[in-house]
């Protein structure tokens, strides 16, 4: 226990001997994991997304303007009454384009010198049955008079979920050259540390210091960074996660996105995945200039 302390101590002198180098190789780990961190966010919450708007298929059914109220009524009857189709709700063009300005938030200026609401009325309805055909239904409904057009979310869901995997492996790697930036920015601090240190290290050896006995407090240094550059990472995803949070009725020009933070388990992965390359780092650093 007292070795441990000892060590401890001299890692923290080491650091606090070279503080300027050591701020520096923070930031950057820091920057580092935090890219990493937010794709990882990104990605999560983007997951979500897709998963909860797969349970059912949505479809909006757009109808033609100055519809008379009978004609609407007869086109809710005529959605109501096909098996499988729950109608969640009728968006009049004056809706419609209040929630548009809403989504736009500071850019819905771009809308208010319209001379005329483009937009058109809409029901929004799900399909309930997972045997239906979304296709036959779209052309079902794109039947009934009065309605222009129906879209529905499964085809960009499916064209988005190819799209995901595409950047999941981008995100392997981007990852991995992160992670070579963090053991490139350890080893060379520690290299740094070790120059500064070269002759008290030689004197330590004549008088019968083991390898090892020196090298234990480089390795706790480079872990104490790149457990340190792995917090502040998450502190600073954190601040992100709340940014994205508090304006989630406008991110992505979606409204009502519900923005989560990562699990524990990726919280955990981030802090453990930093302080190990922190420990690499400077094994490798070490291992340049000691027998092991």
């Given at each position: ?5 000892y ?81 969640q ?57 009065g ?10 869901i ?32 520690i ?96 291992g340049?200039?000691f027998?092991?």
């Amino acid at each position: 226990m007292g070795k441990l302390l000892y060590f401890i101590r001299q890692a923290l002198l080491n650091i606090s001997q070279n503080k300027l180098i050591h701020l520096i190789s923070l930031g950057t780990i820091s920057i580092a994991i935090l890219i990493l961190g937010v794709f990882l966010l990104l990605l999560v919450n983007v997951e979500g997304w897709i998963k909860n708007w797969g349970g059912s298929i949505t479809m909006s059914v757009y109808l033609e303007d100055n519809l008379p109220k009978r004609q609407i009524a007869v086109i809710r009857q005529a959605l109501s009454s096909r098996e499988g189709v729950e109608i969640q709700r009728f968006i009049s063009k004056e809706e419609a384009l209040i929630e548009l300005k809403s989504a736009l938030g500071p850019q819905s200026e771009l809308v208010e010198g319209l001379t005329r609401n483009p937009l058109p009325a809409s029901f929004e309805i799900a399909i309930r049955e997972p045997k239906t055909d979304p296709a036959s239904i779209k052309r079902e409904l794109e039947g009934i008079p009065g309605v222009v057009e129906v879209q529905y979310s499964e085809a960009w869901i499916k064209r988005f979920r190819g799209v995901m995997r595409l950047v999941r492996v981008g995100g392997m790697m981007l990852g991995g050259l992160l992670c070579l930036g963090v053991l490139f920015i350890v080893t060379n601090t520690i290299k740094l540390t070790i120059y500064s240190r070269k002759e008290e290290i030689e004197i330590m050896k004549l008088v019968g210091a083991t390898d090892w006995f020196v090298k234990i407090p480089f390795l706790i240094e480079g872990f104490i960074q790149g457990a340190t550059g792995g917090l502040l990472a998450l502190v600073s995803l954190f601040v992100f996660y709340l940014i994205m949070a508090s304006n989630k009725g406008i991110f992505l020009s979606f409204t009502l996105l519900e923005v989560v933070f990562v699990p524990h388990f990726y919280m955990t992965a981030i802090v453990g995945l930093s302080s190990f390359l922190g420990f690499l780092g400077s094994l490798m650093a070490v291992g340049r200039f000691f027998e092991v």
